[in-house]
């Protein structure tokens, strides 16, 4: 009767090296955010949202910015933006 191994004795799994921000993962997306400025309140709620930290306020011009290079696309921003000042397009670009 076979034994299951011990976590000692598993081979490691694989690990990348680099840190997510080391790779472009915008080029992924196949929706592409873009906010209306007359919808925006600048709650920051989308900020807090974006799993990829692909938003951010910038306090100095006093609004919100894609980083488009790490935006994956997934809607989660339009999705909880509280006055739909976001829409998904097919299109790159803000
Ligand atoms: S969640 Fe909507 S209203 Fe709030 S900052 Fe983002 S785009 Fe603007
Ligand atoms: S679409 Fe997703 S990854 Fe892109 S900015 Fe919105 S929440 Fe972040």
New binding site residues.
């Given amino acids: 009767m076979s034994r299951e191994k011990s976590w000692k004795e598993i081979s490691p799994a694989g690990v990348c090296s680099k840190p997510s921000t080391a790779f472009l993962t915008g080029d992924w997306k196949t929706f592409t955010p873009v ?1 209306d400025l007359e ?9 807090i949202y974006c799993p990829d930290g692909a938003i951010r306020f910038r306090s100095e011009a006093g609004k ?1 910015e894609f980083d488009y290079r790490f935006c994956k696309g997934c809607g989660i ?1 339009a999705k ?4 739909k ?2 829409t998904m397009k097919l299109e790159k670009g803000e």
């Fill in positions: 906010r919808k925006c309140t600048t709650c920051l709620l989308c900020v919100i921003c909880e933006c509280p006055t000042a976001i």
